[in-house]
């Protein structure tokens, strides 16, 4: 009787259990065997299905590249194809751009250089490389050279405050008020424009020491991305660069949502990995920013925080409390 019952269940719960380990080993197996050149492809044109971030014909055009190019393995294994994704990719650069759309640019350029090559693999693993240590040192030099108001905090104090993608980080880690981060954004405009005298901005003590944590970490962990993806192979330390990335990445973009970015890295990270181990993270990475990107939850959740205010002069009445002011407003 027991024995039939151990058989039942095992037939009910445990080999299909089974079944699905050996699915995932057997996904795992192809993805660490999969050619760079293919993943490179591969995970280039997933960012343009569902990244695309243009505008009109532009977005379209990007959606379409990167649909067709998913589906017919022969075009992105042409040269042409991939000047054509670089063309649309490059006419969305001004000079309001976001940053990683340059880098993107740069990458699609990578690729379309490499199609034909005799080592197509090594040269996007060398260019995936070089292309992260350029962009990570020079973000480094950036922020902690030639940028007076970002060592001191100022530059996350103002973003934290002003910019939407964050508001989620400071109601809930920085513990402002939303009627606090109303206030700021109708104090800031309003000294912007100068349309009256400037008010005194809602900052408190946890807020400038949330500042001053993401600034000097951003900092540390930037700059030593870079210096490791500069290391020669030769040296030991050069090992960890993917792990180094791979950190700046998940602490990064739990906090920050620019998705598109971490796209990005993840793509060229992905593109050069050495080891299972690393290639595996990636994959997990790049799968989790999948998923966000469709999810979208720290964004939704900021963006939906204030919605029971009517106007920012409410939020001006309301705002009483000095203890959030360096003065009383």
Known sequence: MNFLLVQRVWLRIAQPLASAVGDVRGLVRHLL???VQRIAAKTTLLYLLFYP?????LRYSLLVLGGVGLLNEQLWQRR??????????AARLDWSADNHLYLFTYWCLAIALAVGASEQGAALTSSSRLLLAGAFVLAGVWKGVLSSDYLDGRFFTLTLLLDPRFE???VFIANVPPSAIEFARYAFGRAQF???SPLPLPISARLEWVSLLMTWWTVIIECLVGVMYLLPQRFQVSKLRDWCLLAFIWTTYSVAPVIGFGWVLTILGLTQARTAATRLAFFATFAILLAYTVARPLEVLGGNLAQDYNSAEVFRDQFVDPSLSGASP
């Open 194 to 196: 100068g349309l009256e």
């Open 33 to 35: 065997s999969e050619p």
């Open 53 to 57: 971030r243009s505008s009109d014909w």
């Open 80 to 89: 042409w194809f991939w000047l054509a994704v670089c063309a649309c990719s």
């Open 168 to 170: 989620a980080v400071t």
